[in-house]
């Protein structure tokens, strides 16, 4: 059974940093793209970047575009998320997901989600 | 970069309605398209990937269709367990974007 649990979430300042993870089970880690989506309270998904297998290619949305950085550990089976330079309006539920292709980029899995809340 | 936009914002339905939400694209994404549902307080939940596949385990009364710049969730029947907000992801070309979501709720 595919898994992905994240962690990591919880307050910090604005100006601080945070690092969320994701631990990824019941498939074969290395050979999938990942992602990271948030979703602030009330509102709606928002996409925030894309690794592939190997961490050669890297996309994100310009919003987040120098301040959060997406990496991988293949041999520990996990996804990070670094955000540095938190704002208030980084305050949302974080979520790992898996992607695959099948004739189109399908996010097929995703965690459960970790709170971050930026706050005085 | 690809916008989405989702109508409607949000419908009240009873059980056993026909339903359709529309997902539209600012320019071309082909079939590059899922559909998603949220329940509160829980991730999304993958309903319909490449526009109109079905995903495994999801009732066949949800459908999709689409191509281009123009998609189409349908819900044949509602079931009281279909309330929820509907998500459209483009997944075309970074930055990938999220429709705004379309809430369906009981009348």
């Known amino acids: 059974e595919v898994q992905l649990v994240e962690s990591g979430g919880g307050l910090v300042q604005p100006g601080g940093s945070l690092r969320l993870s994701c631990a990824a089970s019941?498939?074969?880690?290395?050979?999938?793209?990942l992602t990271w989506v948030r979703q602030a309270p009330g509102k709606g998904l928002e996409w925030l970047a894309n690794?592939?297998?190997?961490?050669?290619?890297?996309y994100y949305v310009d919003s987040v575009k120098g301040r959060f950085t997406i990496s991988r550990d293949n041999a520990k089976n996990s996804l990070y998320l670094q955000m540095d330079t938190l704002r208030a309006e980084d305050t949302a539920v974080y979520f790992c997901g898996r992607l695959q292709f099948r004739s189109t980029w399908v996010l097929d899995y995703w965690g459960q989600g970790t709170l971050v809340t930026v706050s005085p | 970069d690809v916008q989405m936009t989702q109508s409607p914002s949000s419908l009240s339905a009873s059980a056993g309605d026909r339903v359709t939400i529309t997902c539209r694209a600012s320019?071309?994404?082909?079939?590059?398209l899922n559909w998603y549902q949220q329940k509160p307080g829980k991730a999304p939940k993958l309903l319909i990937y490449a526009a109109s596949s079905l995903q495994s385990g999801v009732p066949s009364r949800f459908s999709g269709s689409g191509s281009g710049t123009d998609f189409t969730l349908t819900i044949s029947s509602l079931q009281p367990e279909d309330f929820a907000t509907y998500y459209c992801l483009q997944s075309y070309s970074a930055p990938w974007a999220f429709g705004p979501g379309t809430k369906v709720d009981i009348k």
């Open positions: 320019q071309s994404i082909s079939t590059y």
């Open positions: 019941g498939f074969t880690f290395s050979s999938y793209w």
């Open positions: 690794i592939r297998q190997d961490g050669s290619e890297i």
